[in-house]
């Protein structure tokens, strides 16, 4: 079955940077859509960037713009988040996810069928 697994989260002070990355697994052919969502507690989960492949695309979150760089490797199959600038706000748990299944917001949670089980990031001031 489909398996999204995240790792790079980690605590970090404010102006640093973190690597996030995602690795899919259970599909035979790479996904187009890939995303990063992230969520603190009593929020709604938020989306922060998306990539497209083969055709690249990349849409970002206006909190991030900037700061944040979607990427994935050339299978396909891993999904990364360069996180620079990195603020306390951006104090989250992180989410990969895959598999878009409906045609609103690339940034909407709820387009997404499969998630991985998040990673945590904190950045201290």
């Known amino acids: 079955q489909v398996q999204l697994v995240e790792s790079g989260g980690g605590s970090v002070q404010a102006g640093g940077s973190l690597r996030l990355t995602c690795a899919a697994s259970?599909?035979?052919?790479?996904?187009?859509?890939m995303a990063w969502f992230r969520q603190t507690p009593g929020k709604e989960r938020e989306g922060v960037a998306v990539?497209?492949?083969?055709?690249?695309?990349?849409s970002y979150a206006d909190s991030v713009k900037g700061r944040f760089t979607a990427s994935r490797d050339t299978a396909g199959f891993t999904l990364y988040l360069q996180m620079n600038s990195l603020k306390p706000e951006d104090t989250a748990i992180y989410y990969c996810?895959?598999?878009?299944?409906?045609?609103?917001?690339?940034?909407?949670?709820?387009?997404?069928?499969?998630w991985g089980q998040g990673t945590q990031v904190t950045v201290s001031s």
């Open positions: 990539i497209r492949k083969p055709v690249v695309y990349t």
């Open positions: 259970g599909m035979t052919y790479p996904p187009d859509w």
């Open positions: 996810a895959t598999y878009r299944i409906a045609r609103g917001s690339e940034l909407d949670p709820s387009e997404y069928q499969y």
